[in-house]
């Protein structure tokens, strides 16, 4: 299983080695297109052993590092937007960096494809990565079940995948389990009055 440091400030993007690999957006840039008008503010998070060790049994692979760096987005009025992670990982020989961002309710909000140093016929469409938005971290989120399985990218398909699951365990690990959907909260209030 690959393993990866879930990175948040990617100071400068090394220019793609061979293969005729790309560096599609900057941080800045990426952050700048998922959080128009907001304030962003970076927070860096230090998970002990054990969390670490059930964040990477909930994304189902090991997570290299406990130090998770987020950028959380607020809108004018204060309320939260988003929180961004940038994941950097292996495809086949040669390094992907991501922007995976998290909605308030947990979902996929945007991911965004930073750089990919593999020559670019290993690169699924754009359409292929949109799948992610609105999904959440369980074990639907996979390749052949909530995920197509793009032609010709297998490799960069496990890649992404495995990281926007990673990110969405780190997430977890950060700010406890997520929020339940307000009908089943409200059907658990009433039990409890009932009861």
């Known amino acids: 299983m690959l393993t990866a440091a879930l990175l948040l400030l990617v100071p400068l993007l090394p220019a793609p080695s061979g293969g005729g690999g790309k560096v599609f957006l900057t941080p800045q840039e990426a952050l ?62 040669l390094p992907e960096v991501l922007m995976v961002v998290v909605a308030p309710d947990y979902e996929v909000l945007r991911i965004e494809l930073l750089s990919f140093s593999e020559p670019l016929d290993y690169l699924p469409k754009a359409k292929w990565y949109g799948q992610f938005i609105g999904r959440s971290l369980g074990p639907e989120l996979a390749l052949k079940k909530q995920i197509r399985h793009p032609a010709g990218a297998t490799l ?37 009055a009932e009861g």
């Open 32 to 93: 700048d297109l998922a959080f128009p008008k907001c304030a962003v503010e970076k927070t860096t998070h230090y998970l002990d052993e054990e969390t670490l060790e059930l964040a990477g049994e909930a994304a189902g692979g090991e997570i290299a590092s406990g130090v998770v760096r987020a950028y959380r987005a607020t809108d004018k009025d204060g309320a939260l937007v988003g929180t961004a992670y940038f994941d950097r990982h292996q495809v086949r020989t």
């Open 156 to 192: 960069t398909a496990h890649a992404t995948t495995d990281a926007v699951r990673r990110v969405l365990a780190l997430h977890q690990a950060v700010h406890g389990p997520p929020p339940q959907p307000k009908a089943k909260a409200e059907a658990k209030a009433e039990a409890k």
